[in-house]
């Protein structure tokens, strides 16, 4: 079994920054590994839905996610500050929510903290939000910073 570690749900927003503290105090208090986790909001489906005319190649949309990954890890460490890094950048694919789901599966060990949205009622309503899924459903710690 591996060390049990503390992993934030990263994307940009100032919810994800919130996380982003609340996690990095979980590892110092627990002296536990921060690693961060980042999902690239990509399938096929949903891009043929919202863009049909603007299908990307499999290596463009990678080379889009290694970008928006990168920014998204640099800019987390920056506010992260001085002696701390992630100790791994996790990088997926596909719908956010199912992703997220399938790494704690495969992770059993890891504390996930993510930061709540705030959709409107009626989207979440409608299509729920990620971190109503993943506290649902997901196996494992989860800490949802608001």
Avoid: C
């Amino acid at each position: 079994m591996s060390k049990p570690f503390v992993v934030v749900a990263l994307d940009g927003s100032e919810n994800a920054q919130r996380a982003l503290s609340a996690a990095r105090d979980l590892a110092k208090a627990t002296g536990r590994d921060l690693h961060g986790l980042y999902v690239y909001p990509w399938t096929r489906e949903t891009s043929m839905i919202f863009t049909p005319a603007l299908q990307a190649s499999d290596t463009e949309v990678k080379r889009q996610r290694d970008t928006n990954a990168q920014a998204v890890f640099t800019e987390a460490e920056t506010f992260l500050g001085q002696g701390w890094r992630f100790a791994q950048r996790h990088i997926l694919l596909g719908d956010p929510a199912e992703e997220i789901l399938a790494f704690m599966e495969a992770n059993p060990e890891a504390h996930l903290v993510l930061g709540r949205r705030g959709l409107s009622k009626i989207k979440a309503m409608l299509i729920g939000s990620v971190s109503d899924k993943v506290t649902r459903y997901a196996k494992g710690l989860v800490t949802v910073v608001g």
